[in-house]
């Protein structure tokens, strides 16, 4: 990673390595990163959309249901079902000959690399565009905002999950250069 992280993006990076072991995986994926941004005062006024426990409890069970059809959005889902795929079916089918939560991607048996933390292509594809974010803003170092921006400009389940819901790039831009509404949180 380019640059040096700032104290509130690499306090959000420490805690997502914590939540990855928590869960017993080396893996930090873009959930983790997502945890620890919710829980880092720096980003929540970009996410302030998301209003109390009951809006980011609809958040992560969107982002899980994604997750158990394999990483599809809803977005990718609705383009399959334009093709005629019903995607619910093939999971059912999935996971009725292989059971349920086949396409998930869960925590990885103990190995002898543990202790080595690796991101997910999804985390860093989070990260590099949250480094994009900040040259493009001219800022010196990575905060937990850009890496907010991160997520919102990558294809993953959890920015999709964000945009659906009317927090985009363009919108924390906004909040960021204190234009935007009023935070929520």
Do not use: C, Y
């Amino acid at each position: 990673m380019p640059g040096k992280p700032g104290s509130s993006a690499a306090a959000v990076l420490a805690d997502a390595v914590q939540r990855a072991r928590a869960e017993g995986t080396s893996q930090i994926s873009e959930e983790h990163l997502f945890a620890a941004l919710l829980a880092n005062p720096d980003s929540q006024q970009l996410l302030g959309q998301l209003a109390g426990p009951d809006e980011t409890e609809a958040v992560w069970a969107e982002v899980h249901q994604g997750r158990r059809r394999g990483g599809v959005s809803v977005a990718q889902q609705q383009a399959l079902a334009g093709l005629g795929i019903d995607l619910d079916e093939v999971v059912a089918r999935v996971e009725a000959q292989l059971g349920n939560g086949a396409l998930t991607d869960g925590p990885r048996a103990a190995g002898r690399r543990r202790w080595r933390t690796s991101m997910s292509p999804d985390a860093v594809a989070a990260v590099n565009a949250a480094q994009r974010q900040k040259a493009a803003r001219g800022d010196r170092s990575l905060t937990a905002q850009h890496l907010v921006l991160g997520l919102l400009a990558g294809p993953g389940l959890v920015g999709d999950t964000l945009r659906s819901r009317g927090i985009t790039v363009a919108s924390a831009l906004q909040v960021m250069d204190g234009g935007g509404p009023p935070v929520a949180r």
